[in-house]
């Protein structure tokens, strides 16, 4: 089982980024995918988090309004859109797949998530 993270770079505040979650070795939906990050001398957040089937979705506060988090089942793939970014945004994100009888919701916290990617750094400077 492998989650490839990608999509992370350096942007300006204000600033737009879209991270990819690809997975292989499961078949997506019947996990629930969850994003994360972790800055410097922080400890990992939850950021987003989709159900398996109707597109639930949870944000934490921080980022609601602003980032939007989708799913595509036929290509195994989850995606973060960031937008209006922040510097404060700036961490290694992390992709996770929950497996599990999310149908209609998804877990905000990261233990019950059974796969984990490597992370993308994510920087927002000017």
């Known amino acids: 089982v492998q989650l490839q993270a990608s999509g992370g770079g350096l942007v300006q505040p204000g600033g737009s980024l879209r991270l990819s979650c690809d997975a292989s070795?499961?078949?997506?939906?019947?996990?629930?995918i969850g994003w994360f990050r972790q800055a410097p001398g922080k400890e990992r957040e939850g950021v987003a988090c989709?159900?398996?089937?109707?597109?639930?979705?949870y944000y934490t506060d921080s980022v609601k309004d602003r980032f939007t988090i989708s799913r595509d089942n036929a290509k195994n793939t989850g995606y973060l859109q960031m937008n209006s970014l922040r510097p404060e945004d700036t961490a290694v994100y992390y992709c996770?797949?929950?497996?599990?009888?999310?149908?209609?919701?998804?877990?905000?916290?990261?233990?019950?998530?059974?796969?984990w990617g490597q992370g993308t750094q994510v920087t927002v400077s000017s």
């Open positions: 996770a797949a929950a497996g599990g009888t999310y149908f209609r919701t998804c877990p905000t916290s990261a233990l019950p998530y059974d796969y």
């Open positions: 989709i159900s398996r089937r109707d597109g639930t979705a």
């Open positions: 070795g499961i078949t997506s939906e019947y996990y629930a």
